[in-house]
Nanobody
Framework: QVQLVESGGGLVQPGGSLRLSCAASGRVFRIYTMGWYRRAPGKQRDLVATIMSGGSTNYADAVKGRFTISRDNAKNTEYLQMNSLKPEDTAVYYC???????????????WGQGTQVTVSS
């Protein structure tokens, strides 16, 4: 009934930029926290950034000053602007949102399908 669809991954050279998008659709009543995680090859999934409904943000130390998370509440969409990309940023990026659906009494966590980001020359 609710799904998150990601877009914007790809191959980029070191120092380059990419912008990821994640749109929530379906029976979305209210979105609370939104965020991005990533999983590098052979590693666990790690937090990249989160943004609260009021706009406050939190970043992993590895991306502070390079990545910016934002959201458009009218479009039920979040974004991750990634600048000064490094090879160690290579990973599958997953968006996340805590959503209360119409007809539900509680919010639950939803995940996007993942998008590959590869930073290589």
């Amino acid at each position: 009934q609710v799904q998150l669809v990601e877009s914007g991954g790809g191959l980029v050279q070191p120092g380059g930029s990419l912008r990821l998008s994640c749109a929530a659709s379906g029976r979305v009543f209210r979105i609370y926290t939104m965020g991005w995680y990533r999983r590098a090859p052979g590693k666990q999934r790690d937090l990249v950034a989160t943004i609260m409904s009021g706009g406050s943000t939190n970043y992993a130390d590895a991306v502070k000053g390079r990545f910016t998370i934002s959201r458009d509440n009218a479009k039920n969409t979040e974004y991750l602007q990634m600048n000064s990309l490094k090879p160690e940023d290579t990973a599958v990026y997953y968006c996340y949102a805590r959503i209360e659906a119409y007809g539900s009494d509680i919010a639950r966590d939803y995940w996007g399908q993942g998008t590959q980001v590869t930073v290589s020359s």
